[in-house]
């Protein structure tokens, strides 16, 4: 199931840059893993924020809350999450490009590997 | 430039069947009009409701502005569009996948047809 | 999964009584189906308004949304989900309820059917 | 009476780690014995936040108030309380399962133990 | 258990005098039944808006709801209900006053003197 | 004039407890003035929560900010205040009363039985 | 007693003109005799819109509701009063400038013409 | 140009006795400047809490910028401003106070001493 | 004095086409005429909307409102205006500009024709 | 492509003055490079806070998020940006100028001295 994750990261601005180095390097780790795992499909950042909006894929809430909250900077992040259901054209599209061999640009998310 | 937008579409709930059917088939024909030009990248619905949210690869807002007015139910839709800014993340994920010639889930965007 | 969904029913207030009362019943009776399947597992009312709050058991968003797009009154449905993810207290709970043969009055959601 | 209750954790994210353990220990104790009341019906966790969502079953809300002031992180709690009113077809469906002499999957919350 | 309701009657300006003042009547009908049984308490006016503030008294939200949804007017009301718990500094004033024998202006709203 | 005043207090969760103690009982003796003078005429607790609804009589608004500002955490309380507007049903409901020499139950919010 | 009013006039945009014209006529008339009886002090517009601001001199939440629902656009406005209380730099300011015999521009409210 | 501006005071609870006073003095001081300069018109508070609505008189909102941050107390102060537009029945009313010799209480701001 | 304002047209979706046209073409009559009054300087669309963000050079909120009620669409129109003080850097990046010979980019807004 | 770039300062009040100020020499001096660079286009302040509302001209997202965090301050901004697409009439605007060798004072963006 697909979920679109947005976090604003309050990690106060006076935090030492040797922690705040610490906890990007672990941050980026663990993303990597996610990443590995098929589960952090893509990450964006909110222009001029600490922000980002993530796209990830998870069996359900409880999945999703394990992986949020094994992220390093979990306790200083605020969090919003947002189910996401598909939508029929998605499938519809999907057809028309295998039946047409062409490559549907939109395929991104169920992209396998060939 | 990625795009992040979220509609509701607020077409009156005692509009006739006939109308809705045509507006629904034109909308379709026009995404898939979108799909083709890359523009229309990935659509969700957000459950239990009309609305939508979708991922746009429009050059600027004005270009976005054009894509998105083109759609025949525009008149009813209420329409709010978010920019996204690259994340760092993912080209070192990019260039991780590459370097194990293992294929990055999380490609997805972009993919390039084979 | 569980979903927390609230509903406000919009249909306007001076929508003919027969008609009201066809969309109550249609409305009761695909209730009815929903609980036989173990989807709709509980519905309250929000006190003073047409509003109601639901617990529902569904595979995943998509899912969820054909049933709740399914109800008769769903075009004049205000709807907004929450997914809600297990807590660990739950698991704990149960395991000693079970040590202790006492009957977890807190069950309610995975009591099976003796 | 039933009762929505949400709570947003906002102890400290550098409260010492012994400290944050003694709470969530003493936190658990006092809902286990909650659960024994038959006050503390069902507990979620909101995905990817400190955030939960629970059923409570109180008299009323004062009783809801000295519940909610006698767990050890009420100090730190921001809470909302929603109350909830039964809807008919809550008394409808049991009664079609008692009927029927299935089980009503709903049934749960007046789950008499057996 | 003591709850403080808001409303804002949405009845549309374009509303015939005629019904609205047989609606303003049936309102003041049922008010004052209300009051009889002591369930509606106090009912104060929104300066300068069509809304009202209001203390009711009832067993629970499922008792507020059947009471708000017999008024007239229900069908075009926006309410919004408040639960209130009794402050423990209530009860001291009580007893303080009864020790006293004199007579505590905060017990009624316009306290007949003895 | 009558006022319904909300407030949330903002005292830091880690104030010593003798501090806390020692404002509750300046709060409770301050309380007790007013309600002497008929200026604190309700106060209830919002469930779950530090914060109250009350009930004050006032003059108007200057007198209303003196006798708040008089409280003794009021450096530390967020207070909203809201004019009330009496109802005509009220003068009504009184006249009904006392032409019935009935006692009109809302006349106070605790009515001492006769 | 001094309150800050703000409406909102929602008439409907297709509203004939003659009416209109009626309305504000009517409107007119009516604020000329609330200035001659020092109830209406100043009213000023929100620039783009038909909102405007207004300061009323009413003894209390009762007297300013019955001024406002006898304005004749009453049905069709959205109104927020908000209660001003003195601040005692008014009574410092007006204590100085009759010490000095000067014209303090901010007397405005009290001005009587030297 | 008239302006209405809304302060929150956020000057943390815990600020010295004497740097508050001194603070306090110094604000009242610079009040006093700007009332004399006809810059300050008015000045009330807000009932229960820290915060003022004021009416300036400033030739643009960078005039208007200049003066609020030369408050003593800007560093902790939480501003909103709106710009005023001047009503057509202020002229309406000015002109005729005037052709009736009589004192309109409206006419407070454009007062000019006779 | 420049203002940012902010403009979303409510004019109903099923407008005749012809009366829709005539609306358009009156707009861009008046604009055109604000234009080379030096009052409207800049307009964008925002993306995905009918709403517009305008740049407006007026002396004060009252000329802004008679600008701005005197548009075709204005009866149409929700507006927000905000008004917009000078920036300190504006100065110096333009005295930099002079002194270097060199054309700022950012001239734009007080840019006279040479 | 242009955007409206909206910041609040939440530098804290009681910096030391020497570190304030050696900010704002930086800050400034970051912004000269970027209008030298065509990135900053105008810059203003909001009437009494310490926020900005400025203009940028930037790529995409992507590149205005590099400008924003290269600001000194920036790990103490709060920041929004509002993507803007142009407006057709702004090109209509420049051909009508063009065409009567006037000077649109709108041009004041792609203002090429003449």
Redesign the interface.
């Known amino acids: 199931?697909?979920w679109?994750?947005r976090t604003h990261n309050r990690l106060p601005?006076d935090t030492p840059a040797a922690e705040r180095e610490r906890l990007r390097a672990a941050e980026?780790g663990r993303?990597?893993e996610l990443?590995a795992e098929?589960v952090?499909?893509?990450?964006?950042?909110?222009?001029?924020?600490t922000g980002?909006?993530a796209l990830y894929?998870c069996r359900?809430?409880?999945h999703?809350?394990d992986v949020?909250?094994s992220l390093p900077v979990f306790?200083?992040?605020?969090?919003?999450?947002?189910?996401?259901?598909?939508?029929p054209?998605?499938a519809?599209?999907a057809a028309?490009a295998a039946a047409h061999g062409?490559?549907?640009?939109?395929?991104?998310?169920d992209?396998q590997?060939?």
């Open positions: 199931m697909e679109l994750v601005a980026r993303a990597m990443r098929g952090l499909r893509k990450l964006w950042r909110t222009p001029g924020s980002t909006v894929e359900d809430a409880t999703l809350h949020l909250s306790p200083w992040l605020e969090v919003s999450v947002e189910p996401l259901a598909t939508h054209q998605e519809h599209a028309l062409s490559h549907d640009h939109s395929e991104g998310y992209d590997p060939v």
